[in-house]
């Protein structure tokens, strides 16, 4: 099993930056794919990103393709999310995910959860 924290949400103006964070504790975390989905008020929970065990493949939501990139370091248990260039359309609670098999794009498909950070990117 494998816990998972998230951080580095805020407010941000519109074209800024923002870095999340997820810190996961456990065991074998390099078995785990990862992903960050997000959920705006009134909306479904949405497909962000997610990168593979070993980092070497990732995979993104149109909406972000070209302005978010995922990242994970093994040694530190860890995974982000920068953010660039972000919009108002940005603005939701993002939650880092854990699965323990191939990566997949999928909200069933993860076994893990954080609480979600919120992210506010204003016009």
């Known amino acids: 099993q494998v816990q998972l924290a998230e951080s580095g949400g805020g407010l941000v103006q519109a074209g800024g930056s923002l870095r999340l964070s997820c810190a996961a504790s456990?065991?074998?975390?390099?078995?785990?794919?990862m992903g960050w989905f997000r959920q705006a008020p009134g909306k479904e929970r949405e497909f962000v990103a997610a990168?593979?065990?070993?980092?070497?493949?990732?995979y993104y939501g149109d909406s972000v393709k070209g302005r978010f990139t995922i990242s994970r370091d093994n040694v530190k248990i860890a995974v982000y999310l920068q953010m660039n260039s972000v919009r108002p359309e940005d603005t939701a609670v993002y939650y880092c995910?854990?699965?323990?098999?191939?990566?997949?794009?999928?909200?069933?498909?993860?076994?893990?959860w954080g609480q979600g950070t919120q992210v506010t990117v204003s016009s």
């Open positions: 995910a854990a699965r323990r098999e191939v990566t997949s794009t999928a909200t069933k498909d993860f076994d893990y």
């Open positions: 990168i593979s065990r070993a980092g070497a493949t990732t």
């Open positions: 456990g065991r074998f975390f390099s078995s785990y794919a």
